[in-house]
């Protein structure tokens, strides 16, 4: 949801003021952007998936089937890096900040993510405790 203009206002006051309090504080926390750092990692699969490509031909052209595979994996992997970056990208909306370190999420009850086979253990649980 959008900040009304009185509320970007005192935002912006706020992060001036921090600012002039502590400037390196907010040098520190500015960090890196995200964006910035999925979109060079995406253009640096590219670059590997070009030197897989010729690795795969390189393999080809000598009749070398390792040489051939490894240019093939490597097109692969680069194209897979790619392809998660770019995802990144898009959901890494406005943020400047680096996204926080994964953490364990406590399963609830009604959580419906998870393995298979524990989806359609609580599945089993709730049907069995409805018919109490």
Known sequence: MPL????QRQFEQLERALAAEDPKFVSA?????VRLYYKRRAVLAGVGF??????LMTGAIIPNTIIGVIGFVMMVACLYIAALSMKRISNAGDSDDIPPPPTKRHRTKHDSSGTFME????????RRDEDL
């Open 4 to 7: 009304s203009e009185e509320e």
């Open 29 to 33: 926390m500015r960090g890196t952007n």
């Open 50 to 55: 070009v030197l897989g490509i010729v690795v």
């Open 119 to 126: 989806r359609m253990e609580d599945r089993w649980r709730r």
